[in-house]
């Protein structure tokens, strides 16, 4: 079955210390895996894709398809980032043939000074 | 602005009775995904239409119901409402049947309060 888990429902750090956000998934096929981001509940906003290998907000995040993982990772955290981190991943196999998202259970990253 | 309108913002409403929540997707995009965020649980994916007619279910009670509109608009209708409806309520929108390489784009959601 296809899913997301997401291990750490909170992730607490200082300012400044590295941070990384769990990910592994579980597909069949060859996954498409991106990461959301939701402050104080507002909508969720797209941060990585990994088709992109980009960085945001000194964020990235790489596909380890050995180990079925998307950890998301930053060396150094700021307090701004404290947030809802979600994790999803897009496959076509039996969807119908079409992707659909699915989104693991999230982990709030709190940030502390 | 991510180009996806969702209206109302916020919604307060009294037990059994019936509430729409509308959504607008982003310019180009065929497909309107429905989510139910609570306080206590993630992300529950509600129902999918691409272009009009309904792609995909999820966790969707009988008691609500959806459609997208030949305009490409979507409402999600929730009738004999509980205590335990009250959440955030998103919608989000993609170019194609699916999420692809671009995932979705979400709406700022509508907060439902049900008193």
């Known amino acids: 079955a296809q899913r997301v888990t997401q291990p750490e429902k909170l992730l607490s750090v200082f300012k400044g210390a590295p941070v990384e956000l769990k990910c592994n998934y579980s597909y069949s096929g060859s996954p498409e895996l991106f990461w959301y981001v939701q402050y104080s509940r507002q909508r969720l906003q797209l941060l990585l894709r990994?088709?992109s290998r980009e960085s945001i907000k000194g964020f990235t995040a790489d596909l380890n398809k050995g180990e079925t993982s998307f950890h998301l990772k930053k060396p150094f955290a700021q307090e701004e980032d404290s947030a809802m981190y979600y994790c999803a991943l897009s496959g076509a196999l039996h969807f119908g043939g079409y992707n659909k998202l699915i989104f693991g259970a999230g982990t709030r990253l709190a940030v502390h000074p | 602005d991510s180009g996806v309108t969702q209206t109302p913002k916020h919604l307060i409403t009294a037990t059994g009775q019936r509430v729409t929540l509308r959504c607008s997707p982003r310019?180009?995009?065929?497909?309107v995904y429905w989510y139910q965020q609570s306080l206590d649980q993630g992300l529950q994916f509600l129902i999918q239409?691409?272009?009009?007619?309904?792609?995909a279910k999820g966790n969707i009670l009988e008691r609500f119901s959806a459609q997208q509109f030949p305009d490409l608009h979507s409402e999600l209708n929730l009738s004999s409402l509980e205590l335990g409806d009250s959440a955030l309520y998103f919608c989000?929108?993609?170019?194609?049947?699916?999420?692809?390489?671009?995932?979705?784009?979400f709406g700022s959601g509508t907060r439902l309060t049900v008193v």
């Open positions: 310019s180009g995009d065929l497909s």
């Open positions: 990994h088709i």
């Open positions: 239409y691409y272009n009009g007619e309904e792609r």
């Open positions: 989000a929108s993609s170019v194609g049947a699916g999420a692809a390489n671009y995932g979705y784009t």
